[in-house]
């Protein structure tokens, strides 16, 4: 793999400073931070073939409609999957799981149906589903979860019956780092000929998915949390199901012909993608998965198992520290508490320092109820942080503990 | 003293230290002697929305004054709090509503709690706010 001083050097933002101190960025399960190459992507759009795509005849909207199906390409390419119409850029996971919670709902969710989400979805994968149930007078059912931060596979396999319409269930816990069985998952739902929507907002960037391998029904992620602008995503959805489903939104671009009495919806993937898309940002994102791939994702995750081991070796040698969940193989996001202090304080004084943590409930507040907590402190690594800034976190650590007891 | 000597103490007390870790030592001391407010109002009524930590806040109404106590879950927050407590409380009404509290900017409070932090500080005062003027009102109407 390249070396780390000239990974970083390609995250300008990687170099700066906040508070006089060098930044540490360990927040990348929130938003990650995007290397030249893709600012660069999306300034060459805007500079040199700006222009909307699928309509002009002119030169600079073919060119602008060529670089935005070769960056679905790259997503295809990137996922696995087996037609380049199966995906369907959003504006992320959230957007994503709304599109298939509303046209999956209108198409096979009737009264009395149930959808299975589980305890340890962020919210995204939670209140789309929820809202979905209300409208149709459907149940949601929740796969719970156990102390490790793992899904229970014996009470999901209990929870499906002939009423189950869709599963819905994260890859990677956001709040946790814990990786599910999503596979398991996936072949106990089919067999009961079920389909399984797979939440990779944390998984993508950590490893390799390939959909088909996994066999997902449906598959979606968010752009900026795999190095690409902010505003994309995707929604990858097998053609059986894709081709079945009602459009999401309706406008122009996905109708191949619109009269007062009937609109006729155009095929896939352009039937989801109504109105202008961020074409911009769809072209970065590619921009982003060719940067990854550049590096080798197998490299990455062998990179980002080495950091977490270290950081798990590193925040269990403070006796006051409780790791929440992660014991080391998961993806190289920790959660943690430390005695006494308030996830708050903790985050305030480890900002002062240059780190910048996630403090609170990441939006997967029943994942904290389970644990009776009001929150942790996260800090999410990926392959461009470095062994110097785990051991800065820790000395960070001492120094709240000292501050705060 | 008058709302405004008080905040113009605390903009000196601050002013000593360059370093932010040293202004957050001295939060955390000041943290330590807000008045603590009862246990029995440590409930949802008096919990002020807006902070991602924990805050209580109680208003008592003694002799045409209104007298604070809070607690917080966050030590820096129950320093804020703290803050907020000794410039308003034991003032009128009158005082609290029209108080312009300078010190939150001059003491650079404001720009180095973060965004959330910093709605939580805007909470606490727009609630001792809130409190001032249903007193107000109350006596008004009497």
New interface residues.
């Given amino acids: 793999m390249k070396d780390i001083s000239l990974i970083r050097a390609d995250f300008p933002i990687l170099s700066t400073s906040v508070?006089g101190k060098p930044l540490v960025y360990f927040d990348n399960a929130a938003t990650t931070q995007k290397p030249l190459c893709v600012l660069e992507t999306i300034q060459d759009v805007y500079t040199e073939y700006n222009a909307n795509i699928h309509r002009g005849v002119h030169a600079i909207s073919d060119r602008a409609s060529e670089e935005y199906e070769k960056a679905r390409e790259k997503v295809r390419s990137f996922l696995n999957a087996a037609h380049k119409e199966e995906i369907i850029f959003t504006s992320g996971t959230t957007g994503s799981i709304n599109a298939v919670a509303f046209s999956f709902g209108e198409r096979y969710i009737s009264e009395g149906d149930e959808v299975v989400v589980s305890h340890l979805e962020h919210h995204s994968n939670i209140v789309p589903w929820q809202m979905l149930c209300e409208r149709k007078k459907a149940r949601l059912k929740v796969i719970p979860m156990n102390e490790s931060g793992m899904l229970v596979l014996e009470e999901y396999y209990k929870l499906l019956s002939p009423r189950t319409k869709i599963v819905a269930v994260t890859q990677v816990s956001n709040a946790l780092g814990t990786i599910q069985p999503v596979s398991e998952i996936i072949s106990a739902a089919h067999s009961i000929g079920v389909p399984v929507l797979v939440d990779g907002a944390q998984g993508i960037q950590h490893g390799i998915t390939d959909v088909q391998k996994l066999d997902c029904d449906f598959y979606v992620f968010s752009g900026h949390k795999i190095y690409g602008p902010a505003g994309t995503g995707v929604l990858y959805g097998k053609n059986k199901w894709l081709s079945e489903l009602p459009p999401y939104q309706g406008g122009g671009d996905m109708v191949a012909n619109v009269t007062f009495d009937k609109t006729t919806y155009n095929e896939l993937p352009f039937r989801f993608e109504a109105g202008t898309t961020n074409f911009p940002g769809a072209i970065g994102l590619a921009s982003a998965l060719g940067y990854v791939d550049a590096l080798g994702r197998e490299n990455i995750a062998a990179r980002e198992k080495e950091l977490l081991g270290h950081a798990i070796n590193i925040l269990t040698g403070i006796p006051q520290l409780r790791i929440i969940g992660n014991n080391g193989s998961g993806i190289s996001t920790i959660s943690f508490l430390i005695n006494g202090?308030?996830p708050?304080?903790t985050?305030?004084?480890l900002?002062?320092l240059g780190v910048a943590v996630r403090?609170?409930a990441h939006c997967a507040q029943p994942v904290m109820d389970f644990y009776e907590i009001?929150?942790t402190v996260r800090a999410s690594l990926c392959f461009y942080n470095t062994i110097e800034e785990i051991n800065l976190l820790g000395t960070g650590i001492e120094?709240v503990i000292k501050?705060?007891s | 003293m008058t709302i405004d000597q008080v905040q113009d103490s605390i903009i000196e007390e601050f002013s000593v230290f360059d370093d932010w870790m040293d202004k957050y030592n001295l939060l955390i001391e000041m943290g330590k002697s807000v008045p603590v407010i009862d246990q029995r109002y440590k409930t949802k009524d008096y919990l002020i929305e807006g902070c991602q930590s924990k805050v209580w806040l109680h208003p008592e109404f003694r002799d045409d004054k209104i007298y604070f106590s809070s607690d917080s879950d966050a030590i820096i927050t129950r320093g804020i709090a703290g803050l907020l407590i000794r410039v308003l409380s034991g003032r009128s009404a009158e005082e609290i509503i029209n108080a312009d509290l300078y010190f939150i900017d001059r003491t650079g409070l404001r720009q180095n709690l973060s965004p959330t932090r910093s709605n939580g500080l805007q909470a606490m005062l727009r609630q001792m706010k809130l409190y001032a003027m249903a007193y107000k009102a109350k006596m008004g109407g009497s």
């Fill in positions: 508070y202090i308030h708050y304080d985050g305030m004084i900002d002062k403090t609170g009001e929150g120094q501050m705060f």
